[in-house]
T-cell receptor, first 112, second 116 residues
Framework: GDSVTQMEGPVTLSEEAFLTINCTYTATGYPSLFWYVQYPGEGLQLLLKATKADDKGSNKGFEATYRKETTSFHLEKGSVQVSDSAVYFCALFPTGRRALTFGSGTRLQVQP | SAVISQKPSRDICQRGTSLTIQCQVDSQVTMMFWYRQQPGQSLTLIATANQGSEATYESGFVIDKFPISRPNLTFSTLTVSNMSPEDSSIYLC?????????????FGDGTRLSIL
């Protein structure tokens, strides 16, 4: 079935460093792709999305581009802040399903 | 979007007891889901709550253990029955819309459950 694979964490960066969190997917069709963020002690918040190939989702300085040829949706940010410390989940709607399937999550720790 | 309120936000329960978690949405939504997030893990879908009918459970989850109700388009409950320490998790309510892939799901803040 459709699935999402994320790079393992934790990812530890210094403030203002460049961030990349890798996400690849397996799907029979062309699913919409999402990044969610979970701050400590909170639920999940939608960070950004892309619904078709070559779409770029962006929000709060984060970006991700839907790459059909590499089946990827990597999350990037040019300059991270301590407040970006959280767990990041890549997700998709599996073919024929109406509930999201999530990757394993990647914990980001940003040090001052 | 939708504002989702879950109650309780956390609880500590004794082994063998049951707890019911409530999920209230501020607007009518097409779909409601329940997820489990075990410590340090990703989210796993437990079931889809169907209005006025039995929930649709994912593989590995059964109605006797996780009974779900959805009496209307804005409210659902999940009961965790006969709890054991393995049930210690975050339980998250989520809502979806009829737009499918173009409309993302929204999540409540979750219920943090610890079983002693």
């Amino acid at each position: 079935g459709d699935s999402v694979t994320q790079m393992e964490g934790p990812v530890t960066l210094s403030e203002e460093a460049f961030l990349t969190i890798n996400c690849t997917y397996t799907a029979t069709g062309y699913p919409s792709l999402f990044w969610y963020v979970q701050y400590p002690g909170e639920g999940l918040q939608l960070l950004l999305k892309a619904t078709k190939a070559d779409d770029k989702g962006s929000n709060k300085g984060f970006e991700a581009t839907y790459r059909k040829e590499t089946t990827s949706f990597h999350l990037e940010k040019g300059s991270v802040q301590v407040s970006d410390s959280a767990v990041y989940f890549c997700a998709l709607f599996p073919t024929g399903r109406r509930a999201l399937t999530f990757g394993s999550g990647t914990r980001l720790q940003v040090q001052p | 979007s939708a504002v989702i309120s879950q109650k309780p936000s956390r609880d500590i329960c004794q082994r063998g007891t049951s707890l019911t978690i409530q999920c209230q949405v501020d607007s009518q939504v097409t779909m409601m889901f329940w997820y489990r997030q075990q410590p340090g893990q990703s989210l796993t879908l437990i079931a889809t709550a169907n209005q006025g009918s039995e929930a649709t459970y994912e593989s590995g989850f059964v109605i006797d253990k996780f009974p779900i109700s959805r009496p209307n388009l804005t409210f659902s409950t999940l009961t965790v029955s006969n709890m054991s320490p393995e049930d210690s998790s975050i339980y998250l309510c989520s809502v979806g819309f009829s737009g499918g892939g173009n409309q993302p799901q929204h999540f409540g803040d979750g219920t943090r459950l610890s079983i002693l």
